[in-house]
């Protein structure tokens, strides 16, 4: 990884800012992004403020890198929105189905057009997207968060045939229940709903895995930075679970 300039999204939190700091400490060049500019600078690393659920601010999050650190080589696309504002599908808003599609799917759709190009002509690179079990295995109430995250695979395999003749790799990494800011929300509302302690929620939530205990982001950032690692050539178009040997 020495020398590549990398491109990670969702860095200024759980599992992209875990992999954004072992990208760095494998000697990449690392450009983090999300909405946020206060996360991003505790980083510590190259940042830039966008929004990613639009055309224009992955536009800008691939300019910035192109001009501070060089062409993307390494694309690991991990912001996304969770599930818990969802409801039943027949009382699903049509908004958060938009807005859902906008962040988890077009988004990436726009980082991957604007950078797989130019790895594909260069003849190294590595893609990497955040699904998530949810991208296998269908949640309830949450119609728009599953159905982006099982088209987060399609889109690495559709990549992974149209680049890998080049020397490029796609693939997706599905994590299982992680304590990120993200989770910590639908725990909240669930804990909520149900009128139980969030605490209780978490307690179920680890039960489900064989080690009776939730991932740590880091466990599924290495995941990551294997894939985005030379010794990962051989891997395209897979969708790995990290889940601890649970389902979900």
């Not at 992209?16 to 996360?39: C, D, N, P, Y």
């Not at 939530?205 to 894939?227: G, S």
Request: with cysteine; net charge neutral; charged share 20%.
């Amino acid at each position: 990884m020495k020398g590549r300039v990398a491109l990670v999204t969702g860095g200024g939190r759980g599992i992209g800012r875990e992999a954004a700091l072992l990208l760095a400490a494998a000697g990449a060049r690392v450009m983090t992004v999300a909405r946020t500019a206060t996360e991003l600078a505790a980083v510590g690393l190259e940042y830039v403020a966008a929004d990613l659920g639009t055309p224009a601010g992955c536009a800008l999050a691939v300019a910035e890198t192109e001009r501070r650190l060089g062409p993307v080589e390494v694309l690991v696309v991990n912001h996304g929105i969770g599930s818990a504002h969802e409801r039943l599908v027949w009382e699903q808003d049509p908004e958060v189905w938009r807005e859902t599609m906008r962040i988890n799917l077009d988004g990436p759709f726009e980082l991957a057009r604007l950078t797989v190009g130019g790895m594909c002509k260069r003849g190294f690179g590595r893609v990497v997207f955040t699904s998530s079990t949810a991208g296998e295995r269908a949640e309830r109430s949450g119609s728009a968060y599953s159905a982006s995250k099982h088209g987060l695979i399609g889109l690495a395999r559709a990549i992974a045939q149209d680049a890998g003749p080049f020397g490029v790799t796609s693939n997706a990494v599905l994590p299982g229940w992680v304590r990120t800011a993200m989770a910590e929300r639908s725990a909240k509302t669930e804990a909520e709903r149900r009128g139980v302690s969030i605490e209780q929620v978490w307690r179920e939530r680890a039960a489900i895995y064989p080690q009776n205990r939730v991932l740590e982001p880091r466990e599924v950032a290495a995941v990551i930075a294997f894939l985005c690692s030379e010794a990962a050539s051989g891997v395209n178009g897979e969708a790995v679970t990290v889940a601890l040997g649970g389902i979900w």
